[in-house]
């Protein structure tokens, strides 16, 4: 399995601002993807990261409100803009090389005051 | 919407009996079927994933799948109290939505001494 390494692991920041996650794989990989754990609740697929183009959300959430980038096959981000208590979570970035596996980074702990 | 649906936990055995934990899908199409293994403040691992009728055996655990009943369950023999954790039940649609996960609630296990 690929190794992916996301950055920060956690971070505590005002409301009102915006922090950047990073999402770094060791090898290519075809999808990439963005879910975030609300606390006490499961993984919910925020979006996919598509290479070279806009990702594709899932309902309920928005570009603006979260903007993904994935400029190469091994390399991600996720902004959460404009934060407020309630984007406070664990954010995890996930890759797929093919249908039988699908890997996790260890996530970013985002605290919002 | 698809949904996963995993047996109300928590689930407590004793050390060296058998945990079994169940999950059910809405989505007939689904292709591949994963369990995740969660420690409390760290990323899913994943510990097993199987994608034809019958059982898959890794070790201490068994997967077992039934299309036709739409049900997808994990055992885990001999548990050891370092198999506490909250166990995902994760489904992939498959297809161009391969990595794409769907998961369920979660099933606490807390295996006593």
């Known amino acids: 399995s690929a190794v992916i390494s996301q950055k920060p692991s956690r971070d505590i920041c005002q409301r009102g601002t915006s922090l950047t996650i990073q999402c770094q794989v060791d090898?290519?990989?075809?999808?990439m993807f963005w879910y975030r754990q609300q606390p006490g609740q499961s993984l919910t697929l925020i979006a996919t990261?598509?290479?070279?183009?806009?990702?594709?959300?899932e309902s309920g959430f928005v570009i603006d409100k979260f903007p993904i980038s994935r400029p190469n096959l091994t390399f991600s981000t996720l902004t959460v803009s404009n934060m407020s208590p309630e984007d406070s979570s664990i954010y995890l970035c996930?890759?797929?090389?093919?249908?039988?596996?699908?890997?996790f980074g260890q996530g970013t702990r985002l605290t919002v005051v | 919407q698809k949904e996963v649906e995993q047996n109300s936990g928590p689930l407590s055995v004793p050390e060296g009996a058998i945990a079994s934990l169940n999950c059910t899908y809405s989505?007939?199409?689904?292709?591949?079927f994963f369990w995740y293994r969660q420690y409390s403040g760290k990323s899913p691992e994943l510990i097993m994933f199987i994608y034809s009728n019958g059982d898959k055996e890794d070790g201490r655990f068994t997967a077992q799948l039934n299309k036709a009943s739409q049900y997808v369950s994990l055992l885990i023999r001999d548990s050891q109290p370092s198999d506490s954790a909250t166990y995902l039940c994760?489904?992939?649609?498959?297809?161009?939505?391969?990595?794409?996960?769907?998961f369920g609630q979660g099933t606490i296990l807390t295996v006593h001494p």
């Open positions: 090898s290519q990989v075809t999808m």
């Open positions: 989505d007939r199409g689904s292709q591949s």
């Open positions: 990261a598509n290479q070279g183009s806009e990702a594709t959300y």
């Open positions: 996930s890759a797929a090389r093919g249908e039988t596996e699908a890997f």
């Open positions: 994760a489904v992939d649609a498959g297809g161009t939505s391969y990595g794409k996960l769907t």
